[in-house]
């Protein structure tokens, strides 16, 4: 059963920047697609970012340009570098398969404050 442990999450100013890491367990991680997903206070979980085997992208409209995913399948292990961060970023942030399939890990809390 694949598991993930996510790390990197934090306090930071309005336009500062993060560095998430998800380590995933099994032998799926290098074939499958895998994403960032957030869950703010109130609303349901959402796809942030997604990146598949072949390391194509896909981002939500309200994180392009600020977000990067990348994975490195040797340390199986997906990265989410957030810069220009929001206020409305706040939430804590989960990785899974995409589409997700696998338990969820703990997450990160990810808080943009001033």
């Known amino acids: 059963q694949v598991q993930f442990v996510e790390s990197g999450g934090g306090l930071v100013q309005p336009g500062g920047s993060l560095r998430l890491s998800c380590v995933a367990s099994?032998?799926?991680?290098?074939?499958?697609?895998m994403g960032w997903y957030r869950q703010a206070p109130g609303n349901q979980r959402e796809l942030v970012a997604a990146i598949t085997s072949g390391r194509s992208t896909y981002y939500a409209d309200t994180v392009k340009g600020r977000f990067t995913i990348s994975r490195d399948n040797a340390k199986n292990t997906v990265y989410l570098q957030m810069n220009s961060l929001k206020p409305e970023d706040t939430a804590v942030y989960y990785c899974?398969?995409?589409?997700?399939?696998?338990?969820w890990g703990q997450g990160t809390q990810v808080t943009v404050s001033s």
């Open positions: 899974n398969t995409h589409p997700a399939r696998a338990q």
């Open positions: 099994g032998s799926v991680f290098s074939s499958a697609a």
